[in-house]
């Protein structure tokens, strides 16, 4: 019952959140459609760049962790 309670609400989140997932920024969007390639390329480096920091400094938090660990069991 209790998975069955889920599942329903699992499908209606999906259902009411597929809209907002096909929202972008508008300067983005712009970029994109207007068709200049160069600059369309340079968006794609920024989110790049922009998304490898978060990965870094929880990489480095993990290691931390796992570091603590390993020397509080010694």
Known sequence: MYKKR???AILTLMIFT???AFSQ???CKAVVEN???SMAEGVNNGITYLM???YILVGILFFAIYRYKK???N
Do not use: E, L, Q, R
Request: aromatic content about 12%; some cysteine.
């Open 18 to 20: 597929y809209t907002s």
């Open 52 to 54: 490898v920091f978060p």
């Open 6 to 8: 889920k599942n329903i």
């Open 25 to 27: 920024c508008a300067m």
């Open 35 to 37: 068709g200049d390639i």
């Open 71 to 73: 020397n509080a069991k």
